[in-house]
């Protein structure tokens, strides 16, 4: 038995994870999951808001993947995934943008990956009966980061778009405490250059210092704070992507993947 979270275009927070949803490479980053989303019924929508459209390639959050289309989810709390389903670009005359091959990655730190597979992605059907697909995934993993990069697409030489990503959760052993499902900083515009502004969302949450992570695990930027909105202001970095962790009082830990684009 499993429990489904669904996360759609318009509910992934714009930080791991743009291609435009998840970071803007895929950019979007999402590092929440909204259980609101479009987990009912299954069919999806063809309207253009309702999806994501990646036109930018950036650096990976794998060191092992190439600058790509991505999208990087942070799970609240590690889970055990047993199942993706994924739902293609679903807008009529966008059909080149689909994406037709995937890769899936699963990281425990968002540092260390392994490889769950990739998978051949059939085309939407650019209808609203369009119900996607669930991956012929080998057997259960357990993260807190997944990674998806597209690595082929139906033809479009810039751009790729997807719908809709929902995981399957196996049921834990344990109840489930509020706690579990806290609430993720945001972070935008993201990607960002030098200056973001960051909503903890929380008032609850009495946010003490941040610090911000490379991919190499590196602290590369801090600072003490106590608001709940603030304005994060960071030396010139190098393009890619970040984590971002807000530190309270009690040495709880909210984070956030955000990725850094210098204008050209």
């Known amino acids: 038995m499993h429990f489904l979270f669904c996360v759609t275009a318009i509910s992934v927070t714009t930080y791991l994870l743009s291609m435009h949803l998840i970071y803007t490479a895929i950019s979007i980053f999402l590092v929440s999951l ?3 989303a479009q987990c009912y ?3 999806h929508s063809t309207a253009a808001g309702d999806s994501w ?3 930018s390639r950036q650096s990976s959050p794998n060191p092992d993947r190439t600058r790509s289309h991505w999208l990087l989810y942070e799970l609240n709390v590690p ?3 047993e199942e993706i389903a994924i739902w ?3 807008i009529h005359g966008e059909e080149d943008m689909n994406v ?4 899936v990655d699963y990281s425990m730190d968002g540092q260390s990956w392994s490889s769950a597979g990739e998978y051949s992605l059939a085309l939407s059907d650019s209808d609203p009966t369009y119900e996607g697909e669930t991956l012929d995934q ?3 993993f357990s993260a807190k980061y ?6 082929e697409n139906n033809g479009d030489p810039n751009c790729v778009n997807i719908s809709e990503v929902r995981f399957g959760l196996a049921e834990s052993t344990t109840s489930t405490s509020e706690e579990e499902f806290t609430i993720a900083p945001q972070v935008y515009p993201n990607p960002m250059s030098q200056s973001a502004q960051v909503d903890l969302g929380d008032p609850e949450y009495n946010i003490q210092r941040w610090q911000l992570i490379d991919i190499l695990g590196r602290v590369v930027a801090q600072g003490e704070e106590r608001t709940q909105n603030f304005d994060l202001r960071l030396p010139r970095l190098s393009e890619g992507s970040y984590i971002l962790q807000c530190i309270d009082d009690q040495s709880q830990v909210r984070s956030a993947t955000l990725s850094i684009a210098h204008p050209e």
């Open 41 to 43: 019924p299954k069919r």
């Open 146 to 151: 997944i990674l998806l990069t597209a690595l």
């Open 88 to 90: 293609n670009g679903n």
């Open 138 to 140: 080998a057997e259960p």
């Open 100 to 103: 037709t091959r995937l890769a």
């Open 34 to 36: 909204s259980l609101s």
């Open 79 to 81: 889970r055990s995934i």
């Open 53 to 55: 459209v990646g036109c």
